[in-house]
């Protein structure tokens, strides 16, 4: 069993492949970086850089070695390794805080999982999409009821292309797990409606120098709880011109009225019936998921939801890649 944790969290880095948590960690009132393994030095801010406190190790053991760390965050060089390591560091009484998608086939996702429920450590993906504006305010809205029953929702994530977008999926996760897995938690943590089935395809079409193994476009139809049925599109197709580095939009349709964002959350708007609301309230602030996790682990608050469903989108996205690859 791992260790009563305390203020502030004692955290160890490993890897830089994704949306690792250096700069949060420069002044969080919670938390202090501890250690670092895989992740350059001068990529730190230079507060952490600096810091004689601050352990450099040579190897990811050294690291769960570490008895000054609580939590590793992990954004592994190789994402297709990642759940191993996460199982390794759970074994080794570290709580885990991962970059998606946390585990690539359902075998893996299921041993996560039953090895934190062995543990007692705290193992979360980092995926507070749905707290994030504008989201947090369309999922009040849906969980409102003013909409009436969910009928359809309607999402889509887009990255712009770039020569550094590795071919092989190993590496990030590819564009259905890596990308497409913020629509998903749009449908399933936004909307509020779990998957019950889908279908997936996906092409290598309009990638820039000709064929390669990179995906640049993904369609998923889904069937929803309750009758209901959405579709999602991922791609790396989004210009430059937008402005946004993630385009994304969200409709979500019910019965009596429908809500949406778009451009990136710059466009939200609020119809029922007859009557056109106009933008939503977006003042309540963006709640941080890996405030959302440290307060959980000091005990200060609960999670919002069960791990099943956190990882709920990582175990479809998993099945949607096994669907585009049926479908070639």
Known sequence: MPRPVTAPVRVGLYGKNGHQIHRTLERHPLARLAAVADFPREELPASLRDDPSVRFHASYADLLADPEVDVISLCSARRRDQAAQAIQALRAGKHVYAEKPSAMNEEDLAAVIATAEQTGCLFREMAGTAYEQPYRAMRDVVRSGCLGEIVQVIAEKSYPYHGNRPPDEDVDGGLIEQCAIHAVRMVEHVAGRRIRSLRAVETCAGRPGGSSGLHMAASMVLTLEGGAVGSISANYLNPRGTGTWGYESLRILGSDGMV?????????????????????????????????????????????????????????????????????
């Open 260 to 328: 949406e964002s778009a451009r990136g959350g710059q466009h939200t708007r609020l119809v029922l019936g007859e009557e056109d609301l106009g933008p939503l309230d977006l003042t309540a602030p963006s709640l941080d998921y890996f405030d959302i996790y440290l307060d959980a682990l000091l005990g200060r608050s609960g999670m919002p939801c069960t791990l099943e469903e956190e990882l709920s989108p990582t175990r479809w996205v998993i099945r949607a890649k096994h669907s585009a690859l049926n479908s070639l």
